[in-house]
Nanobody, 123 residues
Framework: QLQLVDSGGVLLQSGGSLRLFCAAS????????WGWFRQPPGKDREFVGA????????RYSDSVKGRFLVSRDSGWNMVVLQLNNLKPEDSAIYYC????????????????WGQGTQVTVSS
């Protein structure tokens, strides 16, 4: 089993930067990949970015590529999403996910989820 706790969400202005954190506990060593999704108000949950188990491969959605970065600490207990040059359309609840069994950009592929953290970007 794996437990994920998301944190770091705030209200900030357009153009700002933010770091979101995903604290992992349990069987972190058996995780195939780590990912982030977001769910804007009234919309479906969508893929943001993900990396494989050792961090040497990553993929991002076109809407965040070049602005967001997924990373992890050396102890594998924390996965971080760095958000830069934020836009109002980035406002959403952001969710950490772990252990994908299929395509990273498919919500159904991920086995474990954090509870979500709210990011609001004002114009």
């Amino acid at each position: 089993q794996l437990q994920l706790v998301d944190s770091g969400g705030v209200l900030l202005q357009s153009g700002g930067s933010l770091r979101l954190f995903c604290a992992a506990s349990g069987r972190t060593f058996s995780t195939s990949a780590w990912g982030w999704f977001r769910q804007p108000p009234g919309k479906d949950r969508e893929f943001v970015g993900a990396m494989n188990w050792n961090g040497d491969s990553a993929r991002y959605s076109d809407s965040v590529k070049g602005r967001f970065l997924v990373s992890r600490d050396s102890g594998w207990n924390m996965v971080v999403l760095q958000l830069n040059n934020l836009k109002p359309e980035d406002s959403a609840i952001y969710y950490c996910a772990a252990h994908a069994i299929d395509s990273w950009d498919n919500v159904e592929s991920w086995r474990y989820w954090g509870q979500g953290t709210q990011v609001t970007v004002s114009s």
